[in-house]
């Protein structure tokens, strides 16, 4: 399923237009309330590119631009993610780069992880500081 989702990121990432389809994740537990208060702190402009829309639409689910920017809350943790992985701490938000995909990362919190597909001419770092902000205020809720 991650990888269908993957798929379908990256393709939206090779320039399709329109509506971008992106297969929304289906958080469990704590994930959901957190994921849902994470769609109210999301940014309406990343890294210059605007909100845009995707498809199926979900609250958990946000791209920018025509899908060059796009975040997915509540997935699994990553498959790829070893208990002794070094996560680089970003705006204090620990992140997880796929050693298989350089444009995929997760933020890894204690109530929800979150990917984030970067793509296009967008440098990665000043997304995932950008995104972090939000997200740490997701991490630091009380469960």
């Given at each position: 399923?991650?990888?269908?989702?993957?798929?379908?990121?990256?393709?939206?990432?090779?320039?399709?237009?329109?509506?971008?389809?992106?297969?929304?994740?289906?958080?469990?537990?704590?994930?959901?309330?957190?994921?849902?208060?994470?769609?109210?702190?999301?940014?309406?402009?990343?890294?210059?590119?605007?909100?845009?829309?995707?498809?199926?639409?979900?609250?958990?689910?946000?791209?920018?631009?025509?899908?060059?920017?796009?975040?997915?809350?509540?997935?699994?943790?990553?498959?790829?993610?070893?208990?002794?992985?070094?996560?680089?701490?970003?705006?204090g938000v620990g992140w997880f780069a796929d050693p298989d995909r350089?444009?995929?990362?997760?933020?890894?919190?204690?109530?929800?992880?979150?990917?984030?597909?970067?793509?296009?001419?967008?440098?990665?770092?000043?997304?995932?500081?950008?995104?972090?902000?939000?997200?740490?205020?997701?991490?630091?809720?009380?469960?």
């Open positions: 399923m991650r990888a269908a989702a993957v798929l379908l990121v990256l393709l939206a990432l090779a320039g399709c237009g329109g509506t971008v389809q992106v297969d929304p994740p289906a958080p469990q537990g704590d994930a959901v309330a957190a994921c849902g208060k994470l769609a109210t702190l999301l940014p309406e402009t990343l890294d210059g590119d605007p909100r845009g829309t995707s498809t199926p639409e979900s609250p958990y689910v946000a791209v920018w631009g025509q899908g060059t920017i796009a975040l997915r809350c509540g997935v699994p943790r990553p498959a790829k993610m070893a208990p002794t992985d070094q996560l680089q701490e970003i705006g350089p444009a995929l990362f997760t933020a890894v919190t204690d109530i929800a992880y979150v990917e984030v597909t970067v793509g296009g001419e967008h440098v990665a770092a000043e997304v995932l500081a950008d995104l972090s902000k939000p997200i740490a205020q997701i991490s630091a809720q009380p469960r």
